[in-house]
Nanobody, 124 residues
Framework: QVQLVESGGGLVQVGGSLRLSCVAS????????MGWFRQAPGKERESVGA????????YYADSVKGRFTISRDNAKNTVYLQMNSLKPGDTAVYYC?????????????????WGQGTQVTVSS
């Protein structure tokens, strides 16, 4: 079993940056594929990025490609989402998710464990 806690959200102006962190505990972090999702008010939850077990394969949604970077530090049991050039459309609750598998996954149903989310608000 994996427990996930997100942090790093907040209020930022258009064009600014934030770095989200997700710390895992309970099981071996390095055995889990990880993903970042977001859900804006009135919208469905969508994949932002994903990273595989070993950290050498990544996925980004088209809407964030070139602006966001997902990474992981297995020694710290942490996955990061570096968010640059933020836009109002990035405003959402951001969630991290984990699954004990080897691939890269982009659908919420692919994941077993979820954090509680952290709010990101981009003002214009």
């Amino acid at each position: 079993q994996v427990q996930l806690v997100e942090s790093g959200g907040g209020l930022v102006q258009v064009g600014g940056s934030l770095r989200l962190s997700c710390v895992a505990s309970g099981r071996t972090f390095s055995s889990s594929a990880m993903g970042w999702f977001r859900q804006a008010p009135g919208k469905e939850r969508e994949s932002v990025g994903a990273i595989n077990w070993s950290g050498d394969r990544v996925y980004y949604a088209d809407s964030v490609k070139g602006r966001f970077t997902i990474s992981r530090d297995n020694a710290k049991n942490t996955v990061y989402l570096q968010m640059n050039s933020l836009k109002p459309g990035d405003t959402a609750v951001y969630y991290c998710a984990a699954v004990s598998s080897r691939g890269v996954y982009t659908r919420p149903d692919d994941y077993t464990y979820w954090g509680q989310g952290t709010q990101v608000t981009v003002s214009s």
